[in-house]
C-alpha cells in the first residue's frame, strides 16, 4: 500500500493547512482523510492529522521527510510522518482477569487489530496456552514486593529485545513504577476498571456497589506516574441497578472494559491520538 | 379511581407475599403491578411495592389499614398504603439555569407528572412570570449569607402553608441547613451537575473540561446533610469530546440534567423509589 | 442447590398470586424473585414467573407438582417448574462468520452461561478445531438446494440424540424448513443482523449503507415459518455515520450481534421470556 | 463576527484542499474547522466544509466569491459561501402535537437556534397563544382533501412573502405535494415518528407495538416527493419493553423525536449537512 499519515501540532496561525497541502499535492500525494483542532485560533495550538495515498511511499519516505523539514521549522512543528504498512509492534501485560487479553487476540485473529502482538507478559501461568497457540511468546514473570525491580528490568529487557512500541495493560493489576513509565512515555495505554475520575484506586465495583450508582463505566487512558490521572483516551458505561451485588458488577463491567480498550488502543495504533496536557485529542 | 399502592419493607422471611396478596385477595383487590426485592433471603430485608384496584378504595382506605394492622406486626412491617389520586403536593427551588424547572412545567401541564406543583420558591426573579403565568404561586427569596438562616425560616413556612410534600431543587444553588433538610427527611430531590461520585462539590463542568473525560453526566439524588453524598436515584450520561469547551458541556449537560431530574421525580411521586441506607431500590 | 422456578400464564383474576404464593409457603419456599405482567387487569391474560428456594427441591419436584395441579387448574393455568439445577442442553448452528459462536464458547467456558453445548452443527468445516478442543462435538453437514430436507433430517436426528432442548442460530445462513421449525416450537432462536422489521431478508447490511441510516442494529427473535418475522427477544443498535461502508457496517454489526444473541439466549435459558402472540415478554 | 463558511463538492482529485486553504490564506483567512469526505480518492465525489474568520468578511463578501470562482471553475465545484451573520429564515409547520415546536421555541429562546423563526403555520388554532406571545406570527390554515391545493397556495405565498428559506415539519400530520416540495428542493425537514425505513406510512407506535419492538426511533430526513423516503439526516432510539402500550410509546417516543428534529435542524442550519444521492454527509 502507499497509504501514510502526517500528525503536526505546532502554534496555530494563518497558513498551516495552505503550506502543508500544498507540500502533499507537490508531491503526488491524494488526501484522503484529514482532521484538525485549533485550542485557540488566536494563538493556540494546532492539531493536524492528515492521511494520504502517495506513489512508492516506502522508498520516499526520507525524501519527502527532508522536503517537509522547511515547512515545519517555519511553523515550529512537532510531526511524524508513519507508513500505513509500519506496523506497531505491541506487548499485553495481563494478569489474572483474561478477558481484555481475549478480546485483543480475537481481533487480532480477525484481521481488524493493526498491530504485531510481539508478545505477552503476565505474572501469572495461566494463559500461557491460549497465547502460545496463536504463535505468540508468553512470559510468566511474577511479581512480589521484594522482587518488583528485578522483575522490571526482566520486563524492560524483553520489551527492548522484541522492539515493542505500545504496551497495553489488559487488566494487569500491578503498579508500574515511575523509572518503568519514563522508559515509555505516552505509550503505555491502560482500561481501569471505572468511570474515572469515580472511584479511583482499588476495587472500584465494590465501591461502586457502596455508593449505590445506577452507571458502572471504564476507562482507557495513558500511563502517567500519577495512578489513574493520566490522560482519557475512551470511557463508556452500562446501566445496573439495585439487584446487581459487585460480582454482577464485575460481570457487566468486563464487557465495558474490553470494548473501550480495545476502542482506545485502535485509535492509538492509527495515530488518532494526541496528547495535550493531560489531555487527548482523539481524530476519529 | 379505585387504584392505590402498598409498600412495604421487613425483615425478610417466608410467607410474606402470600400474606400480603392473600389479604389483599379478600379485600376485593386486583393487583395490576407488583415488584419485589431481598438484599438476602437468608436474613436480609425484604421490600414489596404492590399496586392494585380495589372497589371504593377512597371510602375504605381507613378500614383496610385496620385490617392490615395484623399482618403488619406479626412480620414487623414498615409500610405506607397510597391512594393513587392522592396526589403528591411539591415545592419546586431554582436559581438562575431554568431548564429544570421549565422541563417539570412543560410536563406537568402535558400531564405527564403526576403532581400538584404547590409553590415555586427561587432565589431569583426571573422566572416570576413563566410560573405565574400558569397560576402557580412564585416567591422570590434571596439568599444570602448573612439572611441565610432567616431566608429558610421563610421557606420552611411557605412549605407548611402550601402542605408541601416533596422538595424539588431544580437547580436551585443554595446549600441547605442540616435543620432545613432535618424537616424533609428522604423528601428533597436534588440535581447535581455531574456523574456522582465525580465531580463532587461545585463547578463539575469545568472539572470535567480540566479532566478531560469523554463522557459527562448528572445524578439525581435525594439530600442529606453530607453534600452531594445523598442515596442514588437515577444517573445518566452523554458523549463529549476534545472539541467542546466549559461552554459546551454545560449546554449539552442540560439535556441529561432535565431528563435525569424528570425520571427520578416521576419514580419518587408514584413510590418506586424505597431508600435502604445510603441507596435507593428503585421499582420501574 | 434448592433454587426452581414456577412459569405461569393464565387468565387473569384476582387470587391467582395469593394462591401461589400460599401454596410455595405451604411447601416451605421462600421466594428469591418474582415477576409479573396482565395484558388487562380486567379480562386479560396474566403471566406471573417466581424464582424460590425450596429443601431438597429435587426429591420433591414431583410431589410438589401433584401439589399444584389443583391450583393450576382451577385458574387454568399453562405452567411449568424448573429446577435451576436441569440446564437446558442447546445446539449452536453457525456458518462462515464466526463472531456469536466464539462469544457462545467464550460466554461458556467463563461459566457465564446456563446451558450444556451439546454439539455444534454447521455447513461448513473450519470451526471444527476451536469447537472439538473444547470437548465439544462438531458436526459439518453441508446444505445445498438438492439435499436440504436429507440434510435436515441428519440435524434433526443428530438433536434426538444429543437430547437437545434450544438451538441458537449464530449466524446460520440457511433458511429451516417448517418441518424443521415444527419440531422445535419456540425454541430456536435467531440472531438478525438488522433492526427489524427495517431490512427483512438478505443483505441487511448493503441495504441500511444504501438507504443512509444513522443507526444499524441487530434483532434476536425466535423462528417461526414466517422469515425474520418472529417474537422479538432483545434488539440494539450503534452509531454509524456517512463514512462507513458496507464493510465498517458489518465489523461494526458483529459487536451487536454478538451482544444481542448472547442477552437473549441467556434471558430464554432461565425461562425468562415468555410468548405471547406474535410478541415476547421477558422477565429480566 | 467576521466568520463564514464555505462548502464545496467536486469530482475527487489531488490538490483541491492545496487549492483552496492557498486561496484563503491570501485572504487573510484563519481556518477554524475543517470537515472533508470523499466518496471514493480515486474518481469519487469529495465534499469539503471549512469554517473561517476572515476581516471584514461582510464588506469582501463579494470580492472573495468572485476570486474563487477561477479556482471553483478548474474543480467543476459546487459551492456556497456563508456568512455565520447571515441567519436561516425558517418556518415551522406544526399540527396537533406540540412537543417538537415547543422544543425548538426554548432553544430559540435560549439562543442556541441559529436561525430566525419566521413565522409558524399550523392547520390547528391551539398553538397561536404560545407561539404569538414570542412575537412569533401564526397562521392557522386548515387542510382539507378539498382545499388541500389552495391551502398550500396560501402557505406558499406566506413563505415568500416573509423570505423563508427552510421549512421544519414540526409533526406536521399533511402530505405535502410535489409542486410544494419541488419549491422547497433540499430544504424541507421533517421528523418521522419511527427508526426508519421500519413503519414508514402512518401510525408507526402502533405498528411498533403490534411487532413488538424492543426498541422505538425517530428519524429526521429531508422531505422528497416519496414519502419518508428522503435523505436521512439522524435518527435515534429509546428502550420499551413488554409492558408499553401504544400511548406510552407515543411518550416515550416524543422525547425522541424532538431531540432528533432539534439536531438534524441546527446541523442544517450550520450547513453540515450535505446531501448525495438519497443519503447525506454530516460533518458534525
Not at 493536524?48 to 523539514?69: H, M, S, V, W, Y
Not at 504485531?116 to 502460545?132: C, G, K, Q, T
Amino acid at each position: 500500500q502507499n497509504r501514510a499519515r502526517l500528525v503536526i501540532s505546532c502554534p496555530d496561525k494563518p497558513g498551516i493547512v495552505a503550506a502543508v497541502t500544498s507540500f502533499l499535492y507537490e508531491q503526488d500525494a491524494n488526501i484522503v482523510e484529514s482532521s484538525q483542532y485549533s485550542t485557540d485560533p488566536e494563538g493556540g495550538t494546532f492539531f493536524l492529522r492528515i492521511e494520504f495515498d502517495c506513489p512508492n511511499i516506502a522508498e520516499r519516505k526520507q525524501e519527502i521527510e527532508n522536503g517537509f523539514t522547511s515547512i515545519a521549522q517555519s511553523f515550529q512543528m512537532n510531526w511524524r510522518l508513519h507508513l500505513h504498512n509500519d506496523i506497531k509492534r505491541i506487548a499485553i501485560f495481563v494478569s489474572k482477569e483474561e478477558h481484555c487479553l481475549l478480546e485483543l487476540l480475537w481481533e487480532w485473529q480477525a484481521g481488524e487489530l493493526l498491530a504485531d502482538i510481539a508478545l505477552v507478559i503476565s505474572n501469572h501461568e495461566h494463559m500461557r496456552n491460549s497465547v502460545e497457540s496463536l504463535g505468540i511468546p508468553y512470559y510468566c514473570i511474577p511479581v512480589t514486593k521484594e522482587n518488583k525491580s528485578e522483575a522490571e528490568q526482566k520486563q524492560l529487557s524483553l520489551l527492548k529485545e522484541y522492539q515493542v512500541d505500545t504496551i497495553v495493560l489488559a487488566r494487569y493489576m500491578q503498579i508500574l513504577s515511575p523509572n518503568f513509565v519514563a522508559e515509555f512515555p505516552s505509550r503505555i495505554i491502560n482500561i481501569h476498571h471505572s468511570f474515572l475520575p469515580a472511584f479511583v484506586g482499588a476495587r472500584p465495583y465494590e465501591r461502586a456497589y457502596e455508593r449505590g450508582v445506577k452507571l458502572i463505566g471504564a476507562t482507557s487512558h495513558y500511563v502517567t506516574d500519577d495512578l489513574d490521572e493520566g490522560p482519557i483516551i475512551e470511557q463508556d458505561v452500562a446501566r445496573v441497578d439495585h439487584r446487581h451485588h459487585p460480582e454482577d458488577l464485575k460481570r457487566i463491567g468486563r464487557i465495558i472494559e474490553k470494548t473501550v480498550l480495545s476502542r482506545a488502543l485502535k485509535w492509538h495504533l492509527e495515530d488518532r491520538v494526541i496528547i495535550y496536557g493531560n489531555k487527548t485529542i482523539v481524530f476519529h
